[in-house]
């Protein structure tokens, strides 16, 4: 068996489950998430808990019984606490602002880089080197700052870029460091 997949789902209080099929809803204080699952996977809700299980050990089923479980884990989770991406913008003159509902990010280009918010993400700039994105569901929140990471990703030689807080960026040595006098 799965390990994760047979880990009840523990649903906090203000969190409602709704199974219709192969759908599952859940909605909380924050958002209502839908999210489609495969018609092999068994869901079922008791005394509080979401308990997903398997036809059978075919290989397809067992790869499906953790992910079902981590997806509507996330979801349950996403709901009722929700997640956010914390990014470090590091570089001399590289600065970040929002204006409206857009990002506006200076990044050492000759031009402003804008990037709009997108339903269900909100972002937040608390200083002009520092942005948190956050919202309900785990992969829009992590795409989201993956795309923004992208516009410029950190250098290895001066550490420059758009980095995660907590993420180490492996420096290199430049040209003269390896010159032998």
């Known amino acids: 068996m799965s390990r994760i997949g047979r880990m009840p789902i523990t649903v906090p209080a203000g ?16 958002a209502t998430l839908t999210q489609e699952i495969h018609p092999n996977m068994m869901i079922a809700v008791e005394n509080n ?24 884990n996330n979801m349950v989770v996403g709901v009722s606490e929700g997640y ?3 990014l470090d913008v590091v ?12 990002l506006v990010m200076n990044l050492g280009f ?15 700039v608390p200083g002009p080197n520092k942005i ?25 030689y001066k550490g420059k870029g758009i980095r995660y807080v907590n993420e180490f960026v492996r420096r290199k040595e430049g040209k003269t460091g390896s010159k032998k006098k």
């Not at 067992?62 to 479980?69: C, D, K, Q």
């Not at 570089?91 to 857009?102: E, H, I, T």
């Not at 994105?133 to 990471?149: H, L, N, T, W, Y």
């Open 91 to 102: 570089g001399v003159g590289y600065r970040v602002a929002k204006q409206g509902k857009d």
């Open 132 to 156: 948190i994105i956050s919202g309900p569901d785990k992969q829009k929140v992590g795409q989201f700052a993956a795309e923004v990471r992208e516009k410029r990703p950190p250098e290895p």
């Open 49 to 72: 808990e979401i308990h997903v299980t398997r036809p059978n050990d075919e290989k397809q089923n067992r790869a499906l019984h953790g992910l079902t479980r981590s997806l509507i």
């Open 15 to 30: 969190v409602e489950v709704k199974i219709d099929g192969n759908v599952v809803t859940v909605s909380g204080a924050k």
């Open 84 to 86: 956010k991406k914390e």
């Open 110 to 124: 000759s031009h402003q880089v804008t990037m709009s918010e997108i339903e269900g993400i909100t972002i937040d």
